[in-house]
């Protein structure tokens, strides 16, 4: 990487970019548009559908299903109205047409081609590896298009193979510095807990209490099998440590009046305790690690 590309700023010049991304043009405009094989760089032109291909460093890897059909109606009815910003790839004299790669706009390109359009406006630029994952995560973090597994494994592929500073990414996706370290933490979850969180079966607030698990893995399957709460994940942690490490059953979800009052005996006897309410009546279980704590639980239940 030569000093230049070291020294430039994460960022600069992107914001002038998705600018020029973002302008739609006159659906007549895009109609007389021709369509190129060797596309002009600068002003917007048209490409077709089998010039171009996808960014295997794409940071976004879900798309949703239901957004994504929507997006494929519009464009069948409109047309596309917004160019996708893509680069060109080195030329094979194999190769018929030239080939460009998606810098910005994939979801534009999965619609089209699901709408069976024969080619759709682009921008062409000429950019470098770096300039397209930044333009890559600054377009889906501003626009919250990532789940927070493809936002974290974005920063993290910024800060490795950029070697950009937290700092850096943070005043380019317009973040706070902590919110980008709070991000790469959670890439060192189980895998497991990073699927449950990319899939959204649990949010990052989890995040925390897993971390902490003496087993993260079997917490993160309880919080999406039960759809436990932050809090009762967090109880839970605190509830294993206390006894020791020793495994004890996933509570069930309980509400705030219950964990209340369990909290409350909890500290009146120093001891872990569980308190089940149904109905009426319920089950209130106490545990103690020692033969001196049984000793001493019972005479305070005598006194």
């Known amino acids: 990487m030569s000093k230049k590309t070291k020294e430039r700023g994460l960022g600069r010049g992107l914001s002038a970019l998705m600018s020029d991304v973002s302008v739609a043009a006159a659906p007549q405009e895009l109609e007389k548009m021709p369509v190129a094989s060797e596309a002009p760089r600068g002003g917007v032109t048209s490409l077709n559908i089998d010039q171009l291909e996808r960014n295997p460093e794409q940071p976004r890897k879900y798309f949703d299903k239901e957004k994504l059909a929507e997006l494929t109606q519009s464009i069948k009815d409109k047309g596309v109205l917004q160019p996708i910003l893509v680069r060109p790839l080195p030329h094979k004299t194999s190769d018929k047409k030239r080939h460009y790669q998606i810098v910005a706009g994939e979801r534009r390109w999965q619609a089209a081609l699901k709408a069976k359009l024969d ?177 001493s639980l019972i005479k305070r239940l005598k006194a």
Do not use: C
């Not at 759709?120 to 973090?141: A, C, K, T, W």
């Not at 850096?168 to 890439?187: E, F, Y």
């Not at 759809?227 to 509400?255: C, F, H, T, Y």
């Not at 089950?283 to 049984?294: D, M």
């Open 119 to 295: 080619a759709m406006p682009v921008l062409i630029r000429e950019l470098s590896d770096q300039d397209v994952l930044e333009i890559g995560v600054v377009e889906n973090v501003q626009r919250a298009d990532l789940n927070p597994i493809e936002e974290a494994l974005a920063y993290k592929a910024l800060s490795d193979q950029f070697n950009r500073t937290q700092e850096d990414i943070a005043q380019a996706v317009g973040k706070s510095r902590p919110h980008i370290t709070n991000m790469l933490r959670l890439l060192t979850l189980p895998k497991r807990a990073q699927t449950y969180l990319a899939k959204g079966k649990i949010t990052a607030g989890h995040a925390r209490a897993i971390i902490a698990a003496p087993d993260p893995t079997e917490l993160a399957d309880a919080i999406a099998e039960k759809g436990l709460s932050v809090r009762e994940a967090e109880d839970w942690v605190r509830r294993i440590k206390a006894a020791d490490g020793k495994v004890a059953a996933i509570p069930a979800q309980k509400d705030a009046d219950t964990r209340k009052v369990e909290n409350d005996i909890s500290d009146i006897l120093g001891l872990v305790t569980d308190l089940r309410h149904k109905g009426p009546g319920g089950e209130l279980r106490i545990k103690y690690r020692t033969g001196a704590q049984l000793e």
